[in-house]
């Protein structure tokens, strides 16, 4: 018999004896309420979520196991479908929440970011959670990974968290190793905003100067999520970009930050230091045009082990991971994002039975199990422990990638270093992150390649782009971003 198969026959044991222990009498204390289940007449539960390939099988095999032992004992049946990518899953929540013709009835669970459960919650569709809850049992999980539940103005529970992830540095360590060995650059430098754009530039002019041709040097860094990047840049500055109370929103855009913002993003892109071309940057550290980038943990898995100098020649690669940059003598802030589980207010039956399988999915093994095999980090405080996560891969057998691996080891420890941190949820939340997404992202590609266009004219890269790095410029998009973010929550 293999590890796995091992470990989930002495779980389906267990599972068993504890249901024999604590649920045949057909009465559970949930939080202040005695809800009543029938074994005889099982309650079942849809959930709908937004995992496929190896998630989705993982999510599918946990609540056929759930099914068997707990599920089976106290009289709870789950069913599970995947509604495709998030944004196909959102669509299809609202629209059932708001009884749009063919979208049929929303299920009594789904998989969720804060700003849809908000959405839904203001359709009085979403149940509070507490009262199934015990404060001992709400102590065992990360703080901030309740919190982020509590976005109404009573503060009920409202998003039951699962998996999370952050974000971290991700380095091609084969080719830092050569540029470090020919300009003494310092890896020590690239953990602070300031150091990184300086050794990005650096690395520009090193790269162009191993070729007769002028200005063809290369990018060093990359970006996955902008709005990361203004919020989390933002915190570390001592600036709260979003200040929701009771749902209403402040944007709190001082200037002097978000400036500062502008200079170590816009500034180093239009100069060529930093790039983005593929999808996501892990599609550029594949073809070499970057060697350094911030990305989420749960994108750690793609950063390749090869970098592909064309279709039929590569060279391998090893990675090197830590924290992301902070600015300097800015506070240890870090992106905090997964979607949760938000329950649709039904009945007490109902929402308590599926609030008995959210504790049982977010027991510290197997939430290890389930979240660490894609980048994500289990949500209680015990789970979130590097011994505890070895112990659990090596017991399962499962293999998994070096980066990963290593992106895993740097969030763990960051969840006791770093505060976690995500914006709360208000009226026209999603549209303003996508303002802070691509405002600044958009102007730079689309001036870069206009430097680029003057480059091929003859000009010089450094004086084309900093026609761009005037702070008329930066005015003229402060004011459109600002306005377009007002327009946001209108």
């Known amino acids: 018999m293999n590890k796995k198969l091992h470990r989930m026959c002495m779980r389906l044991g267990a599972s068993v004896l504890l ?3 604590v649920f045949t009498s057909g009465c559970q204390q949930a939080g202040g309420r005695d809800v009543r289940l029938d074994p005889k007449n099982p309650v079942s539960i849809e959930i709908w979520h937004y995992y496929n390939g190896p998630q989705k099988n993982a999510f599918d095999e946990m609540i056929s196991e759930f099914n068997d032992t707990v599920g089976l004992e106290e009289g709870i049946i789950v ?17 059932a929440a708001n009884k749009k013709v063919g979208a049929g009835d929303i299920p009594d669970v789904f998989a969720a970011y804060a700003d849809t459960a908000l959405q839904v ?78 050794t ?12 007769p ?9 990359g970006r996955d999520a902008l709005a990361n990047y203004f919020i989390i840049g933002c915190r570390q500055l001592g600036v709260e970009i979003f200040s ?25 892109f239009v100069h060529g230091y930093f790039a983005a071309n593929g999808r996501f940057r892990s599609d550029d550290a594949k073809t070499g045009d970057i060697i350094a980038l911030v990305g989420s943990t749960s994108g750690s898995a793609y950063f390749p082990d090869k970098v592909m100098v064309n279709d039929n020649e590569g060279y391998d690669i090893e990675p090197l991971v830590f924290e992301p940059p902070v600015f300097e003598g800015g506070e240890l802030y870090a992106v905090q994002q997964g979607a949760g589980m938000v329950v649709t207010k039904t009945d007490e039956r109902r929402e308590y039975a599926a609030t008995v399988f959210l504790k049982w999915f977010t027991d510290s093994e197997r939430n290890i199990e389930f ?46 270093t770093h505060t976690l941190y995500t914006s709360k949820a208000f009226g026209g939340g999603t549209e303003a992150r996508a303002v802070l997404e691509y405002s600044m992202a958009d102007l730079a590609k689309a001036d870069s390649e206009q430097v680029a266009q003057m480059v091929a004219s003859g000009q010089s890269r450094q004086e084309a782009a900093d026609g761009f790095c005037t702070d008329e410029h930066f005015e003229e998009w402060y004011q459109s971003f600002s306005g377009a973010l007002e327009e946001a929550i209108q």
Do not use: C
């Not at 041709?213 to 860094?221: H, I, M, V």
């Not at 209403?248 to 978000?258: G, M, R, S």
């Open 19 to 21: 249901g024999t222990m």
């Open 79 to 95: 069913e599970a479908f995947s509604q495709g990518n998030v944004s196909e899953l959102t669509e299809k929540v609202i629209d």
């Open 121 to 198: 919650d203001k359709l009085g569709l979403v149940a509070s959670l507490d009262d199934y809850l015990t404060d001992g049992e709400l102590a065992e999980y990360i703080p901030e990974y309740i919190e982020e539940g509590r976005f109404d103005a009573q503060g009920s529970l409202k998003i039951f968290p699962i998996a999370k992830s952050t974000e971290v540095m991700m380095v091609n360590k084969t080719d830092w190793d050569k540029f470090s060995a020919a300009t003494g650059a310092d890896i020590e430098k690239i953990k602070t905003m300031e150091g990184l754009a300086g």
């Open 200 to 211: 990005a530039k650096q690395y520009y002019e090193w790269t162009d100067s191993l070729t």
């Open 213 to 221: 041709e002028p200005d063809d040097g290369k990018a060093f860094f």
């Open 244 to 268: 929701v109370e009771n749902g209403k929103v402040t944007f709190n855009l001082d200037k002097e930050v978000i400036r500062k913002l502008w200079d170590h993003y816009y500034v180093p």
């Open 371 to 416: 979240s660490v095999g894609s980048g994500y980090m289990p949500v209680k405080v015990a789970a979130n422990d590097r011994d505890m996560v070895q112990k659990v891969l090596q017991g399962s057998g499962e293999a998994v990638a070096e980066g990963l691996q290593k992106s895993l080891d740097v969030a763990l420890d960051m969840t006791k």
